[in-house]
């Protein structure tokens, strides 16, 4: 992964900040006040000027020539007035200055506070290590049934896993464990990755399920590798409306580096999103369907091209996948703000390159948010409500 973020519960990075913008915010005020005496000078000089005239207009009015004394009445009441003008403008200023220093000022005072509230805070040690559980296990499943109920992070080992990896694991109240391979939230991650970052995973875990990852194609051939139980995976979908739908594919399995981690699955086992794994008729070809379904496709990327088109999917369409020539389902795709978009915005290439689900949204419309996640096909039947229309298994003991 990229890496896993920084977290302080105690927040002394902010007070930090906090202190360092302290003295800034001194000197500016320290500033206005300097400015705010020019100005005030200025007027008094102003004033004085006025005084000024008018101790010279009586002067003037006792004096015996009454053309000069008009002459000088009339400089004297322009001088008056043009300086009126500029002691009604330097007041303005100085009023704006003030409300600047008070508003300043009262920022200061908030500032203050927090500084005070965030050293008490800080006399606990920052934590700059992310929280994980201690439980552990060979995926989500097996760390529920050891007695993990909390939704977070967990150090998993699959079986023939040479070393333990961090995942997220979705706990519920029922005992179950979702191991979750990706998630697309808000379009912070760019998922336009070669071969290796897509093999060794991307993005970032957090423990509060706030961010977008790819765990990795390597860790995923692993985990869906590991045991006689198959897995199911569920794919859940949020569009920009806010509606949430979901597709599960039995018997999920990732396949090796060697085989460039082959998509496989027995069926779609069920779902209100539709079956976009099995391809879409765009009505484009005849072979439409059958050029855009998934199940049995290697993982190609711009430098990996291991698509059934001349040209390369990856590269046209800017992210890894498990592509045919090309998709009728894409969950690596560009992210596009509001969900609908045009050939124009796709880029040259002019392809449907977004979040894609053909058989819920048209080819052009962008998902808002997606989750991959796998868990062991005998969890099926205890979770509850979003089971509905699947096709029931048995005969499948506990894993």
């Not at 009454?66 to 043009?82: A, Q």
């Not at 040690?125 to 439980?135: G, H, L, M, S, Y």
């Not at 191991?179 to 071969?195: A, C």
């Not at 409306?241 to 396949?255: H, I, L, M, P, Q």
């Amino acid at each position: 992964m990229d890496g896993f973020g920084k977290y302080c519960p105690t927040t002394c990075g902010v007070a930090d900040y906090l202190n360092r913008y302290k003295p800034v915010v001194d000197r500016d005020l320290n500033d206005l006040e300097y400015l705010l005496e020019e100005i005030s000078n200025q007027t008094k000089g102003a004033q004085d000027k006025v005084t000024y005239m008018r101790d010279s207009a009586t002067a003037a009015k006792k004096s015996n020539d009454p053309d000069v004394y008009i002459k000088k009445s009339t400089n004297m009441l322009d001088d008056i007035l043009r300086f009126e003008k500029s002691i009604i403008s330097q007041e303005s200023q100085i009023y704006k200055l003030q409300e600047s220093i008070d508003s300043n000022e009262k920022r200061m005072l908030q500032l203050k506070q927090m500084i005070l509230n965030l050293e008490q805070m800080c006399k606990l040690p920052c934590e700059d290590t992310v929280k994980i559980q201690t439980v552990t296990g060979k995926d989500c499943q097996d760390v529920a049934n050891k007695g993990g109920r909390t939704s977070g992070l967990y150090f998993i080992k699959p079986l023939k896993a040479k070393e333990q990896f961090l995942v997220y694991c979705e706990m519920d109240n029922n005992g179950n464990g979702w191991t979750v391979l990706q998630r697309r939230r808000d379009g912070s991650v760019d998922f336009s990755r070669p071969w290796i970052p897509y093999k060794e995973g991307f993005g970032y875990l957090s423990p509060d399920d706030t961010t977008e990852f790819w765990l990795g194609n390597e860790k995923m051939h692993l985990v869906t590798s590991q045991s006689t139980v198959p897995y199911v995976l569920r794919i859940e979908m949020t569009d920009w409306e806010g509606n949430k739908k979901y597709a599960d594919y039995a018997s999920f399995k990732v396949g090796p580096e060697a085989d460039s981690y082959r998509l496989i699955y027995a069926y779609h086992l069920g779902g209100d999103a539709g079956d976009a794994f099995d391809g879409f008729d765009f009505g484009d070809d005849p072979s439409d369907k059958i050029f855009t379904s998934h199940n049995g496709m290697q993982f190609s990327t711009s430098d990996r091209d291991n698509d059934k088109y001349d040209g390369n999917c990856a590269t046209q369409d800017g992210s890894g996948w498990w592509m045919n020539r090309c998709h009728a389902a894409h969950l690596n795709g560009k992210y596009y703000q509001g969900g609908k978009y045009t050939a124009e915005q796709a880029g040259p290439h002019g392809f449907d390159n977004g979040i894609i689900w053909a058989t819920w949204h048209s080819r052009w419309y962008s998902m808002k948010e997606t989750t991959m996640k796998i868990i062991p096909i005998n969890r099926m039947g205890t979770l509850g409500q979003q089971t509905t229309g699947v096709k029931q298994m048995g005969g499948i003991g506990d894993i």
